[in-house]
């Protein structure tokens, strides 16, 4: 049975064993128990039980509420959970993110894992084996010190072995955790700080199930949608009766201008769907702005001011002032695989299989959406192939509610199009940044003023305003006004502060309530935009002082973790024996991401033609400082992705549109970064802290990934690119040649 399919029947089964009580008591009597804080997401759900579960048997489950996104997150805890509790990691089955089993801890986003279920799982398994050997000392009459924990038993000094399942009687985990249970050692760590190989890839590799899109289900149906060909527009006819009685064909559902069909075979519903959607009628109206003046659009906009740090007052008089503006275009996710889900509704019950990186967000908005009480409504994820913010997983996992309660009794599997996934998904803001700064003599930033502007970051569900079917209903409901993230992680101004020691600094975030175009999460949020612009500034200030980039960077940095990246990613690339030649350019870029989490540097290396403008990147050395490192690989792959995918957005990608639609619908009108574009080398470096804090590691490559490539390209070209995406054509306009 795959983890998909697993049921809380099935997980709950099992004489003797350990219940899982978490759901049962509400957050609200938890939290009256008195208590310190507790680390990670064990701050919220505090029970030992909701996070490991051991059977009579033996068989051990550990429960996450983050989802495997790609980022190779059940190795890491499997790796936790083992260390602690002293099994081999085959012996921990992980269930992640399913609301009838697991905790809830919210979105998988802001590189929040490691920090919030890695950390809970990590001291929930330190406290349950201090638990199982006390357990045993009892049963043995024997002092704990004289036993441990060992291949999935307490041992004794004098050979007497009780295996976990014989002491797990009585609920014997279900107590609340301590603030500072005893970890292992990292000296005596025999799995932690080790590259162990991802348990999610051979499947992946191999073609088997891994992915929603894999799911199968008996007597499953298939599902397609009629998707409106622009924002607001609404349905005027469409030949219902005809496609009724096409091959194959079980139900056509419409309601309002929401328009689907459902057969019993993949490309019987395909068939249909292009039938009915050459009979739709709409009406359309020109509600977007002028593509050629987005940015002027943007800078009209009335704005709501959020402050970040205000202690400048006036830029002093009398020193180098240097000033710039950066742009960047709507982006999107471009998920290889469009968006998918499964739903069952029987006995009044609601089941949705799907990619949402927030299953009880999730849940809360479809119940809302299907007028079901929470408690009908299951949400369990299963991997995506395409992810890394809101694509269009919740929008597939509410078309799926919906159309599984209009064909009761059977599973109803939702596919999207390429074009749906394209045109109708919640894209990265446009944003512009403004930055001044003024060098004193001694070439040190003596004052910086920076400002950014863009629509919001975050229109997730919760509400179910925020599932784009919801719109389309004959009982529309609208989407909620949006609000600004709050700092310290931010939305638009995340990363909008430098980390750098600068004496007088204002930053300011412009945040636009109006959205014309559809913009939610996309990798990093504001971090990789103002990223993207601080570093690129730096490199235009170290110019104007006359300095080396990574000499001036090290100038404004006190912080030791800080230098240490920038000088290994220096010395690592060779920067200070770097010969220059003609047609390529190097540049460094540095952040720690959220200004919260992991510290990355990077230098780089690009390739320019000047007759066409095209511009590879070549290289990329990075050192990246994580805390401690729980799967060293599992790093490097997360920053090697980072690394491509933001090489993607800064080269290539921005979504196109016309007054009236997005026009962006496939791979030749939105191009990505290609086989043939790849560089030559991208090399990682990790620097581990065995026994410090986990920083969240999924976003940090992405804003100086940008700004290092920008910095190359001026090295290369002599002349300042600063509007995302940096295009051939721009370069090669730029350039003059």
């Not at 009915?276 to 977007?288: C, D, I, Q, V």
């Not at 940008?706 to 300042?720: E, L």
Request: aromatic letters at 6%; proline letters at 7%.
């Amino acid at each position: 049975m795959s983890a998909a399919m697993l049921s809380r029947r099935a997980v709950l089964a099992g004489g003797g064993a350990l219940v899982v009580g978490f759901s049962l008591m509400p957050r609200g009597i938890l939290a009256q128990a008195a208590g310190p804080k507790l680390p990670g997401s064990l701050d919220k759900t505090p029970m030992l039980d909701a996070w490991i579960r051991i059977d009579a048997d033996g068989k051990i489950t550990v429960f996450t509420g983050k989802a495997e996104l790609g980022q190779g997150i059940k190795t890491a805890l499997v790796q936790l959970a083992a260390e602690e509790l002293m099994v081999a990691p085959e012996a921990i089955h992980l269930v992640t993110a399913d609301t009838s089993l697991t905790p809830d801890e919210g979105y998988t986003a802001g590189s929040h894992s490691m920090q919030d279920s890695g950390t809970a799982i990590r001291d929930a398994a330190a406290e349950v084996r201090a638990l199982l050997i006390g357990a045993a000392a009892t049963k043995l009459q024997l002092p704990a010190e004289r036993l441990q924990a060992l291949d999935g038993a307490v041992v004794s000094d004098d050979g007497r072995r009780l295996g976990y399942g014989e002491l797990v009687g009585d609920q014997l985990l279900h107590v609340r955790a301590e603030p500072q249970p005893k970890l292992v050692d990292p000296a005596k760590h025999q799995l932690v700080g080790k590259s162990l190989p991802r348990v999610d890839i051979p499947a992946k590799v191999t073609g088997s199930e891994a992915y929603v899109q894999d799911l199968r289900l008996p007597e499953m149906v298939h599902a397609r949608v009629v998707r409106p060909p622009s924002y607001g527009a609404t349905l005027s006819k469409a030949g219902v009766a005809a496609v009724q009685k096409m091959p194959g064909v079980l139900k056509v559902h419409r309601d309002g201008s929401y328009l689907a069909v459902i057969a019993e075979r993949e490309y019987q519903a395909v068939a249909a769907m292009r039938a009915l959607s050459a009979t739709a009628g709409w009406e359309e109206t020109a509600r977007l702005p002028e593509p050629k003046e987005l940015f002027d659009w943007l800078a009209a906009q009335p704005t709501q001011q959020v402050p970040v740090r205000n202690d400048l007052g006036e830029m002093p008089s009398g020193l180098h002032v240097v000033e710039a503006s950066y742009r960047r275009a709507y982006q999107m996710h471009g998920s290889i695989g469009p968006s998918c889900a499964v739903g069952l509704f029987k006995d009044g019950a609601l089941t949705v299989w799907t990619h949402s990186q927030g299953v009880y967000p999730l849940r809360g908005a479809i119940a809302q959406l299907t007028q079901l009480p929470p408690e009908k409504v299951r949400c369990i994820q299963v991997e995506g192939s395409g992810c890394y913010g809101h694509n269009g997983a919740d929008d597939a996992g509410a078309d799926a509610a919906l159309l599984a309660m209009a064909l009761p009794g059977r599973p109803v599997r939702v596919q999207w199009m390429r074009e749906e996934e394209h045109g109708w998904e919640p894209y990265g803001s446009a944003m512009i940044t403004k930055a001044r700064a003024a060098l004193g003599p001694d070439g040190r930033i003596q004052a910086w003023d920076y400002s950014v502007r863009s629509c919001t970051h975050a229109t997730r569900p919760g509400p179910a305003g925020n599932l784009m079917p919801a719109w389309l209903g004959s009982a529309p409901i609208p989407q909620p006004p949006p609000k600004p993230l709050p700092l310290p992680e931010g939305g638009g101004h995340r990363n909008a502060a430098p980390l750098y020691t600068i004496p007088n600094a204002r930053v300011v975030y412009d945040f636009v309530p109006a959205m014309p175009i559809r913009v939610s999460a996309l990798r990093g949020l504001g971090a990789y935009m103002n990223i993207f612009s601080i570093e690129s500034f730096i490199d235009e200030l170290a110019q104007a002082a006359q300095a080396d980039p990574v000499e001036f960077r090290l100038r404004h940095l006190d912080d030791p973790r800080a230098r240490e990246v920038v000088t290994t990613a220096a010395e690592r690339f060779g920067w200070t024996g770097y010969k220059k030649q003609p047609g390529r350019g190097r540049g460094f870029a540095f952040a720690r991401y959220k200004n919260l989490a992991a510290y990355m540097a990077l230098a780089v290396e690009v390739e320019l033609d000047r007759e066409s403008g095209r511009v590879r990147l070549a290289r990329a050395i990075a050192t990246v400082d994580s805390g401690e490192a729980v799967n060293p690989d599992g790093i490097k792959n997360q920053i090697e992705g980072g690394v491509l995918q933001s090489a993607s957005w800064t080269l290539y990608e921005s979504v196109a549109f016309d007054r009236t639609r997005i026009t962006s619908r496939d791979w030749a009108s939105y191009p990505i970064l290609r086989f043939s574009a790849v560089p030559d080398e991208v090399n990682i470096h990790v620097i581990d802290r065995p026994g410090t804090p986990f920083l969240g590691t999924g976003e940090a490559a992405q804003g100086p990934t940008a700004a290092a490539i920008a910095n190359a390209v001026a090295d290369a070209a002599g002349v300042r690119l600063r509007d995302i995406p940096l295009t051939a054509a721009r370069v090669k306009a730029a350039i003059g040649v």
